[in-house]
């Protein structure tokens, strides 16, 4: 099994930071493309931001040069760099990763249990 943990959700005020964490943990082979999504009450889960073994990323529009995703390999480790916060980003966050599992050798995919961020105007 694979457990992801997000960590570094809060309140803050319009305008202000904050850095999202989120560790994968167990039976991991090699970690694929990692991701965050979010999900404000009463709407869909959408994506945020996603960033690829290689590095490769991806933003949503409404993100974009706002936020910055990384991942440390080494560590099974992505963050998201949440800067210029708007009260339309306050929702939960969820830390998703492809992983190929050590005992079966499958691809499979993972979602963490969620940090809320919340930014008020």
């Known amino acids: 099994q694979v457990q992801l943990v997000e960590s570094g959700g809060g309140s803050v005020q319009a305008g202000g930071s904050l850095r999202l964490s989120c560790v994968a943990s167990g039976s991991i082979r090699k970690m694929g493309t990692m991701g965050w999504y979010r999900q404000a009450p009463g709407k869909q889960r959408d994506m945020v931001a996603t960033?690829?073994?290689?590095?490769?990323?991806s933003y949503a529009d409404s993100v974009k040069g706002r936020f910055t995703i990384s991942r440390d390999n080494a560590k099974n480790t992505v963050y998201l760099q949440m800067n210029s916060l708007k009260p339309e980003d306050t929702a939960a966050y969820y830390c998703?990763?492809?992983?190929?599992?050590?005992?079966?050798?499958?691809?499979?995919?993972?979602w963490g249990r969620g940090t809320q961020v919340t930014v008020s105007s």
């Open positions: 998703n990763a492809r992983v190929l599992d050590r005992p079966t050798l499958s691809w499979n995919d993972y």
């Open positions: 960033i690829a073994s290689d590095g490769d990323t």
